[in-house]
């Protein structure tokens, strides 16, 4: 596989935030200066056509966003947990497995037809991905794509994400939770 090398940098914790859990832990990935380039360089390289905004999800996914839009020549654009953002915010509720979550954007981040492309760490269910496009297109945005470090597609969240009409890459695919 294309991105073995970057896989092999992903350090997985079981039973870490609770049992049962398989977290893909990428500090290590983080800390290994040809590892985070080549990361970074490979998502610029899949990004398709021109893009305004990166968008990150809190707190990896800014990590990834900010490195992507500067060869991007983009901006990017923070998606916070609610109550983060000092200005005017607009938000969007999403379902947890227990209870239900809320993320915002401030209100004026974005201009109608902005082409923005989606970024976090991780997509599982899609729950938090899929938020972040409702909230930008309610926000005006244009959200064709989003793109991932990793994948776990027995969770099924990339798959939900590309029937809401977004094209997703990802580097890397672990099988299971
Ligand atoms: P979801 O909304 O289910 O797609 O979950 C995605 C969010 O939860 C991302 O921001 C991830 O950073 C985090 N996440 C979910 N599952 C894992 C996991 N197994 N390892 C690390 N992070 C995870």
């Known amino acids: 596989m294309a991105n073995d090398d970057l896989k092999a940098l992903i350090r997985t914790i079981p039973d870490f935030p ?5 977290f893909r832990d990428i500090t290590t990935l983080l ?9 970074i360089e490979r998502m610029v390289a899949a990004t398709r056509g021109p893009v305004d905004l990166v968008a990150g999800i809190e707190a990896r996914g800014f990590l990834f966003a900010a490195a992507i839009a500067v060869p991007l ?13 000092p200005g005017a915010t607009i938000a969007e509720d999403y ?15 974005c201009a109608t ?3 923005v492309l989606l970024i976090d760490d ?15 297109r309610k926000a005006g ?23 809401d009409g977004v094209a997703v890459d ?3 695919a672990f099988a299971g939770h």
Do not use: N
Not at 18 to 22: A, M, S, T, Y
Not at 141 to 161: K, M, S
């Open 113 to 115: 037809g902005a082409r």
């Open 31 to 39: 800390l290994d200066a040809k590892g985070l380039a080549a990361c």
């Open 170 to 172: 990802s580097l890397v």
């Open 122 to 136: 991780l997509i599982a269910t899609g729950g938090t991905a899929r938020a972040a496009v409702r909230l930008l």
């Open 141 to 163: 945005a244009i959200v064709e794509q989003a793109q991932f470090l990793i994948d776990l597609p027995d969770l099924g969240g990339a798959d939900a994400l590309r029937a």
């Open 73 to 85: 020549k983009a901006g990017c654009l923070l998606i916070r947990k609610d109550g983060k953002l």
């Open 18 to 22: 609770k049992p049962g859990i398989q």
């Open 95 to 109: 379902a947890l497995e227990y209870g239900q979550d809320r993320i915002a954007m401030h209100a004026d981040a």
